[in-house]
């Protein structure tokens, strides 16, 4: 949907309008009105993720920062509706990082595992905690279906017989806890070497701690060891951490053989470079 539709709808007055990078599942503007504040409308991939996130914000409100969800439009036959946001201050978690703001990444990612399913709540976000196991099959298998058109007939196997074997060789359970499931650099942001929030709920779950680790380890915290001990420190303070040596193999492995299969799906030649560096870790991974 047009940008200016999306303003009528929402009965806003944009001056200018920029599109934000890294955003791969919805449509996302960053709007500046004429009286000069910044907004966000956000167009979801599916009616399914749209309500999710819609969810996912009443769910954290008052409990973790988030933006203010300011309105919704449920959408109509061609869109499958918008959520308005405000902007939350400061910048993306960036590469200069410093120690101080590891420590509050952990602080709060340890405050967003720390909530649980309410009983009794309607919501779209599933609590895949009781069939842990066979949720991470499931989406393993699904993406399998993608991953084989990418990947040699020999190297499939392979890579099922891995994920069988370290499947059976992971520890106990850590939850039921509110898993992010896209916890990264890109939607965390840090002002005053301090975190001000996240975005980006539309994969949310309630489940097992042990996923959420996986992209933030990938893109930020195995670049620097003084960062990872300072992140461990920030979340060991608000709640117990699990083994990550113990955990994470699987789901780096896990993680690069799924985001090839979701390169398939979304597109081959729009999404190479992610496509390339993950067959490059799946061959590291099956070394």
């Known amino acids: ?28 503007y ?16 599916t009616k399914l993720k749209f309500q999710r996130e819609v969810d996912a914000y009443a769910q954290l409100k008052g409990k973790v920062a988030v933006p203010d969800l300011l309105d919704v ?32 990444v952990g602080v709060y990612h340890a405050q967003l595992h720390e909530i ?8 779209s976000i599933d609590n895949e905690f009781p069939n842990w196991r066979e949720f991470v099959d499931r989406m393993f298998y699904s993406f399998a279906e993608d991953t084989k058109k990418q990947i040699s007939a020999k190297k499939l196997d392979a890579a ?12 106990p359970l850590d939850g039921p806890a509110f898993l992010h ?31 959420d680790f ?29 083994d990550l040596q113990a955990v994470l193999p699987f789901y780096r492995f896990t993680d ?3 985001s090839i299969g979701w390169c398939e799906r979304r597109g081959v030649e729009k999404n190479r470079a992610f496509l390339e560096q993950n067959l490059s870790l799946l061959d590291e991974f099956l070394k």
């Open 1 to 28: 949907m047009h940008i200016q539709q999306l303003a009528k709808h929402f009965n806003l007055h944009i001056r200018s309008v920029t599109d934000v990078p890294e955003s791969f599942s919805s449509t996302v």
């Open 30 to 45: 960053r709007c500046e009105l004429v009286s000069g504040e910044h907004i966000y409308i956000k167009v979801p991939y």
């Open 73 to 104: 439009w449920e959408g109509d036959e061609q869109t499958v509706g918008a959520l308005l946001l405000s902007e939350l201050k400061g910048e993306t978690l960036g590469k200069l990082s410093t120690e101080k703001e590891a420590f509050h």
């Open 116 to 123: 649980r399913p309410e009983e009794g709540m309607e919501t």
């Open 160 to 171: 099922l017989m891995k994920y069988e074997t370290m499947k059976n060789e992971m520890p």
């Open 181 to 211: 499931m896209d916890f990264r650099p890109a939607n965390i942001l840090v002002h005053n070497e301090t975190v001000t929030g996240s975005i980006d709920f539309e994969s949310v779950r309630f489940g097992v701690t042990e996923m």
């Open 214 to 242: 996986t992209k933030l380890y990938r893109d930020y915290l195995q670049k620097d060891s003084a960062l990872f001990k300072a992140y461990q420190q920030g979340y060991k303070s608000i709640r117990p951490l699990i």
């Open 256 to 258: 690069a053989f799924n």
